[in-house]
């Protein structure tokens, strides 16, 4: 019934960039924080940036001045944009969607994204 359908990975060589869309369905998505997470190889999961339902973002050290996650409720979507590309930045991109610590969380299937020359 809840769907997370993510978008827009691949492989891009150091310094490029690259835009994730994740597109939710199922839920009230104007109510809900979104955000993306990452998992490297051998590495936890990690929040990358998120944005709540009234528009405020958290970010991740690691991505300031580089990635911008946006959204449109219009059509229950989140973007994620990546810019200066790193090769630290390969991973599973993971889509989710929260709206309470009482329940658990919706999650995308993830989407590699490796960076690499």
């Known amino acids: 019934q809840v769907q997370l359908v993510e978008s827009g990975g691949g492989l891009v060589q150091p310094g490029g960039s690259l835009r994730l869309s994740c597109a939710a369905s199922?839920?009230?998505?104007?109510?809900?924080?979104m955000a993306w997470y990452r998992q490297a190889p051998g590495k936890q999961r990690e929040l990358v940036l998120s944005i709540s339902s009234g528009g405020g973002t958290k970010s991740a050290d690691s991505v300031k001045g580089r990635f911008t996650i946006s959204r449109d409720n219009a059509k229950n979507t989140v973007y994620l944009q990546m810019n200066s590309l790193k090769p630290e930045d390969t991973a599973v991109y993971y889509c989710?969607?929260?709206?309470?610590?009482?329940?658990?969380?919706?999650w995308g299937q993830g989407t590699q994204v490796t960076v690499s020359s």
């Open positions: 989710n969607a929260n709206y309470s610590p009482r329940v658990p969380d919706y």
């Open positions: 199922g839920i009230i998505f104007s109510m809900y924080t």
